[in-house]
C-alpha cells in the first residue's frame, strides 16, 4: 500500500529531476549559442526581457522540461512496483529517474559534439533555411542538442526501465 500511496511524491521527484535537467541543459546550449535563446527561446516562452541571460535560460529549460517527469515517471514508476520491500522500490525509482536523465545528457552531449563536425556555415540542416538568425551556425548548434533530447529521452527511458525490471529480477532472488 504504501509503495501505492508514493506516487504523488515519486512524480513530483521526477518532474523535479526533469526540471534540473533542463535548466542545466540549457545552460550548455546557451554557453554554445546565445543568440538561440534571446532569438527563439525567450520569445517563445515569454521570459521578461530582465531575465534574458542564463538564469532566463534555467527558467526556459525547467519550464520546457518539468513535464517529462510525468512521461518518463509513470512507466518507471509501474516497472520500479515490482521491486520487492518498499526502501527498494524507492531506491529503485531514483536511480531509474537518474540513469534516465544521465542517458538524456549524454545524448544531447553527444549530439552538441556531432554537431560541431557535421554542421558547418555553407552546410546548415533543412530546418534552418529562411530562420534570418544572427549566428546560424551557432543556432543550428544548439537546435540540434535541444533535438536530439528528445531522442536521449527515449533511449534513457529504455535504460531506466530496463534497469527497474532487472531490479525487480534480482529482488525476487533474494
Same mark, same amino acid.
Given at each position: 500500500?504504501?509503495?501505492?500511496?508514493?506516487?504523488?511524491?515519486?512524480?513530483?521527484?521526477?518532474?523535479?529531476?526533469?526540471?534540473?535537467?533542463?535548466?542545466?541543459?540549457?545552460?550548455?546550449?546557451?554557453?554554445?549559442?546565445?543568440?538561440?535563446?534571446?532569438?527563439?527561446?525567450?520569445?517563445?516562452?515569454?521570459?521578461?526581457?530582465?531575465?534574458?541571460?542564463?538564469? $532566463?535560460?534555467?527558467?526556459?529549460?525547467?519550464?520546457?522540461?518539468?513535464?517529462?517527469?510525468?512521461?518518463?515517471?509513470?512507466?518507471?514508476?509501474?516497472?520500479?512496483?515490482?521491486?520487492? $520491500?518498499?526502501?527498494?522500490?524507492?531506491?529503485?525509482?531514483?536511480?531509474?529517474?537518474?540513469?534516465?536523465?544521465?542517458?538524456?545528457?549524454?545524448? $544531447?552531449?553527444?549530439?552538441?559534439?556531432?554537431?560541431?563536425?557535421?554542421?558547418?556555415?555553407?552546410?546548415?540542416?533543412?530546418?534552418?533555411?529562411?530562420? $534570418?538568425?544572427?549566428?546560424?551556425?551557432?543556432?543550428?548548434?544548439?537546435?540540434?542538442?535541444?533535438?536530439?533530447?528528445?531522442?536521449?529521452?527515449?533511449?534513457?527511458?529504455?535504460?531506466?526501465?530496463?534497469?527497474?525490471?532487472?531490479?525487480?529480477?534480482?529482488?525476487?532472488?533474494?
Amino acid at each position: 500500500m504504501a509503495k501505492l500511496a508514493s506516487i504523488p511524491l515519486l512524480l513530483f521527484f521526477a518532474c523535479l529531476l526533469a526540471g534540473f535537467y533542463g535548466a542545466l541543459h540549457n545552460q550548455i546550449s546557451y554557453t554554445v549559442a546565445p543568440a538561440y535563446f534571446h532569438e527563439f527561446k525567450f520569445s517563445q516562452f515569454g521570459i521578461d526581457t530582465l531575465l534574458h541571460d542564463r538564469i $532566463g535560460a534555467g527558467i526556459v529549460g525547467a519550464l520546457a522540461s518539468w513535464w517529462m517527469g510525468l512521461i518518463i515517471g509513470v512507466p518507471v514508476y509501474l516497472a520500479a512496483l515490482l521491486v520487492k $520491500g518498499f526502501r527498494s522500490f524507492l531506491r529503485t525509482f531514483a536511480m531509474a529517474a537518474v540513469l534516465v536523465v544521465c542517458t538524456i545528457l549524454l545524448v $544531447g552531449c553527444a549530439a552538441l559534439l556531432v554537431s560541431f563536425i557535421t554542421i558547418q556555415a555553407d552546410r546548415l540542416p533543412i530546418w534552418m533555411e529562411g530562420r $534570418g538568425v544572427s549566428d546560424p551556425l551557432s543556432f543550428a548548434r544548439a537546435g540540434m542538442m535541444h533535438n536530439f533530447s528528445y531522442l536521449g529521452g527515449m533511449i534513457g527511458l529504455a535504460v531506466g526501465l530496463i534497469y527497474a525490471v532487472w531490479q525487480a529480477v534480482q529482488s525476487r532472488k533474494a
